[in-house]
């Protein structure tokens, strides 16, 4: 079993630019959630996907945005990146239990 | 909207010793409290839980009490080893599959 896994799991862009995040959920998984870990902070919760749809967000700019395909993965895109975006950002899928998280990708914004 | 709050945001025990880390939450509609350990450089693993229909509940050397009425929450490592040296984030959700509110987590060191 892989577990969660996420790419990339580092990268460095400058300001105004966009990125997409991608995340593989464990094996039997069909919900997703994204986090933002800002350095030396707790994971703050961006938004959860369940059968395609967002079903809960929390207090992010609409420059966050996401998607979930067909067989559980998910991307999280971030438009018109500020210096403030650079942080750890997590995945984490669940099967109605516990949240298991990948390792992370870790966005620079120069 | 839900609020958690960790205390100590820095603990150094001797190997062997207990630590204690307390959270308090402030909205009373939570009723799911994990605990995470983050190496450096690693995911947050979850090491134990507790649901609010629960005081107490422990894992070998863990432990996790809920206090509902106060609205606080504690993880209790005992017989601490270097190895449980890491960052220790509690969190608080509506039900497991809520979002989860973190704390600005617990830096543990033990000393050998």
């Known amino acids: 079993d892989a577990g969660v896994t996420q790419s990339p799991t580092h990268l460095i862009k400058t300001r105004g630019q966009q990125v997409t995040l991608r995340c593989s959920p464990k094996s039997g998984h069909d919900t997703v959630s994204w986090y933002q870990q800002a350095l030396g902070q707790g994971p703050q919760f961006i938004f959860q996907?369940?059968?395609?749809?967002?079903?809960q967000r929390g207090n992010f700019p609409d420059r966050f945005s996401g998607h979930q395909f067909p067989n559980y993965s998910s991307e999280l895109n971030v438009n018109a990146l500020l210096l403030g975006d650079s942080a750890l950002y997590l995945c984490?899928?669940?099967?109605?239990?516990?949240?298991?998280f990948g390792e992370g990708s870790r966005l620079t914004v120069l | 909207g839900e609020n958690v709050e960790q205390h100590p945001s820095t603990l150094s025990v001797q190997e062997g010793d207990s630590a204690v880390i307390k959270c308090t939450y402030s909205?009373?509609?939570?009723?799911?409290f994990p605990w995470y350990k983050q190496e450096l450089g690693k995911r947050p693993q979850l090491i134990i839980d507790i649901r609010s229909n629960v005081g107490e509940k422990k894992d070998q050397r863990i432990a996790v009490t809920l206090n509902k009425t106060a609205k606080h929450f504690s993880l209790h490592i005992t017989e601490t080893q270097p190895e449980d040296s890491a960052v220790y984030f509690c969190?608080?959700?509506?039900?497991?599959?809520?979002?989860?509110?973190f704390g600005k987590g617990t830096k543990l060191s033990v000393k050998p």
């Open positions: 969190a608080a959700s509506q039900g497991s599959q809520g979002n989860l509110i």
């Open positions: 984490a899928s669940s099967f109605g239990g516990e949240l298991f």
């Open positions: 909205d009373s509609a939570s009723n799911y």
């Open positions: 996907y369940y059968e395609e749809e967002e079903r």
